[in-house]
């Protein structure tokens, strides 16, 4: 993707995207682990059964959601809510692998005056997140595991 002229830049290693200039790293080391997306739930069994029979996903957890992964590339993951439970409901998940890591991300967030819309939190299934909106308005769960 060629940048326009006056047009705004995206960094992305060799993506062939370029980094906006005088754009820094507010975490330098922080490593992204993967990037979780999220389906509504609705009808959480056929949910299940979509994703397993007709894509080929394997059943990771059930309790308290739905997570499906790619039998070959566990980090490809897809979330699935019960209706309601997360309100409001992220539109993708970003793991940032250590709980340190949230809590820096959840300060810079607030440093920065973005809205946290849910607050963080070490959840009994064994996360520490929060949610917060991006400056577009879209919710983000930033998450890692606790153990």
């Not at 949910?47 to 039998?71: C, H, K, N, Q, W």
């Amino acid at each position: 993707m060629a940048r326009k002229p006056g047009g705004r830049g995206h960094g992305g290693g060799g993506s062939g995207l370029s980094k906006p200039s005088g754009a820094r790293r507010c975490h330098p080391g922080l490593v992204i682990k993967r990037i979780v997306a999220y389906a509504d739930g609705d009808d959480l069994a056929a949910s299940r059964d979509f994703y397993v029979e007709v894509l080929g996903f394997e059943v990771a957890m059930e309790d308290p959601i739905l997570g499906v992964t790619s039998p070959t590339n566990p980090t490809a993951q897809v979330l699935i809510p019960p209706r309601g439970m997360e309100n409001p409901p992220p539109r993708f998940g970003v793991d940032l692998g250590d709980p340190h890591a949230v809590d820096a991300a959840h300060a810079e967030v607030v440093r920065r005056g973005l809205r946290v819309v849910y607050p963080l939190t070490n959840e009994p299934w064994g996360v520490r997140r929060f949610f917060m909106e991006d400056p577009s308005g879209t919710v983000i769960n930033v998450l890692a595991h606790l153990s």
